[in-house]
């Protein structure tokens, strides 16, 4: 048996509901598979948007920004201060 196939039967077990009806030539997804697959592709989203966003919140910059230069380095049109 594959690590894919012995992993569809540990979850089988331990939920107690066929998710794929298996013969010899065939597998085919059961309603029950189908609901599972649906609703944990749903929990997977939501991880990868959580994720996301954890990620896109380290790399935004916080505080305050404080750009100075010496008025003889500076003219009037790109003197540029920020506080």
Known sequence: M????ARLSDLESASGVKLI???TRVLTVTQEGSSFYRR????LRGIQSAAT???AKRHTL??????????Q??????LLVAD
Do not use: N, Y
């Open 40 to 43: 944990t592709k749903q929990i």
């Open 62 to 71: 916080v505080g305050p920004l404080r750009v100075s230069a010496l008025a």
């Open 2 to 5: 594959s690590v894919v196939g």
């Open 21 to 23: 009806r298996r013969t």
């Open 73 to 78: 380095d500076a003219d009037s049109q790109s």
């Open 53 to 55: 966003e954890v990620t």
